[in-house]
C-alpha cells in the first residue's frame, strides 16, 4: 500500500522544488555563502541579497565550462556600460569541477586583481545552484536582475547571437529606467496677491 503513495508524492515534492525555481520579474530566495559555503575570494561573506541599487549580470560558471560564454563576456565588456549603475558578479560552482579548490581560488585572486569591478565569489556546493534551480554540472548560466534585485534574464547555458542581443537590451531598458526622472508634480498656481 505504501509504494502506491510513493510515486505522486514524489510527484508533489518535485513539483514544488522547480516552482519554488527563480522566475523572470521576482526576486530570487536568498542565498548566502561564508566560511564553508564559500563566499568571496578575499574570505568575506557574500550574500545575493548585495544584488540590488544596480544593475547586476551574475554569472554561474561551472570552472569546465569557463569558456562556453566567452563572446557574452565580450559583448558585454564592448557596452562599457557606466560602473555607478553597473555591476557583475561572477559565481564559480567550485563542487562541478575534479579542478583542487586551492588552484581555482588562486586563479580567481588574480582575477580579482586584473578585473576589481567584478565581485568573484565561491560557491562550495551548489547552494545557488540547488536555491535557483539551476544546472549543477557542466555549465554556464547568464543572469541579469534590475536596481530592486529582480530577475530580468536568464540562460542557463550556451547564449546564441539573438540571446545575448537580448541580454544587452535588457540591460540598457534596466540602466534607462534608473536613469530617467519621475515626472516632477506641478506647481501649484500662486495667488494673484503676491502677482503685484
Known amino acids: 500500500m505504501k509504494s ?90 567550485m563542487n562541478a569541477t575534479w579542478k583542487p579548490n586551492f588552484i581555482i581560488t588562486k586563479i580567481l585572486k588574480g582575477k580579482q586583481k586584473d578585473y576589481p569591478d567584478t565581485i ?13 534551480n539551476l544546472k549543477k554540472n557542466g555549465s554556464y548560466a547568464v543572469l541579469c536582475f534590475d536596481k530592486d534585485g529582480k530577475l530580468i534574464f536568464l540562460k542557463d547555458g550556451k547564449l546564441s547571437n539573438a540571446d545575448i542581443q537580448k541580454l544587452i537590451n535588457t540591460i540598457k531598458t534596466a540602466l534607462k529606467a534608473m536613469t530617467e526622472k519621475p515626472e516632477t508634480a506641478t506647481q501649484p498656481e500662486t495667488s494673484g496677491e503676491n502677482t503685484k
Open 4 to 93: 502506491r503513495w510513493m510515486i505522486p508524492v514524489i510527484l508533489v515534492l518535485l513539483g514544488i522544488s522547480s516552482a519554488s525555481a527563480v522566475e523572470l520579474g521576482q526576486v530570487p530566495p536568498t542565498v548566502q555563502l561564508s566560511g564553508k559555503k564559500g563566499g568571496r575570494v578575499n574570505g568575506t561573506p557574500w550574500s545575493s541579497a548585495e544584488i540590488k541599487g544596480k544593475v547586476y549580470t551574475l554569472m554561474y560558471v561551472d570552472p569546465d565550462a569557463k569558456d562556453m560564454n566567452i563572446p557574452t563576456e565580450k559583448a558585454l565588456k564592448a557596452q562599457n556600460f557606466p560602473k555607478n549603475l553597473y555591476g557583475s558578479i561572477a559565481v564559480i560552482n
Open 120 to 132: 568573484y565569489v565561491r560557491d562550495m556546493d551548489y547552494y545557488i545552484a540547488d536555491a535557483w
